[in-house]
Nanobody
């Protein structure tokens, strides 16, 4: 059974940094792409960043490009999201997900089959 557990969220001020972590278990972590998505109150879930199985390819939403960095440590079965220069509009519940494919860099869809429970990030102005 695949399990994804996010951590690292919290309350910060605009301009601060946070690093989210997502620990995976239940399948061979290094075989699959991973992604971060977020959902703000009253809005639909949106794509943030994805990374392929090896970490050699990444893809970012325009809204976070240059501020957020996705990375993975396959030895630790963990994917990270380093968030710098945070803005109030980054406030959301952040979810990690794992794809059915190794090279999936898509923005969403049914291939993103397994999801964590989410971690809250709140950025005050």
């Amino acid at each position: 059974q695949v399990q994804l557990v996010e951590s690292g969220g919290g309350l910060v001020q605009a301009g601060d940094s946070l690093r989210l972590s997502c620990a995976a278990s239940g399948r061979t972590f290094s075989n699959y792409a991973m992604g971060w998505f977020r959902q703000a109150p009253g809005k639909e879930r949106e794509f943030v960043a994805t990374i392929n199985w090896s970490g050699g390819s990444t893809y970012y939403a325009d809204s976070v490009k240059g501020r957020f960095t996705i990375s993975r440590d396959n030895a630790k079965n963990t994917v990270y999201l380093q968030m710098n220069s945070l803005k109030p509009e980054d406030t959301a519940v952040y979810y990690c997900a794992t794809s059915l494919l190794s090279g999936d860099l898509s923005k969403g869809g049914s291939r993103w089959k397994y999801w964590g429970q989410g971690t809250q990030v709140t950025v005050s102005s």
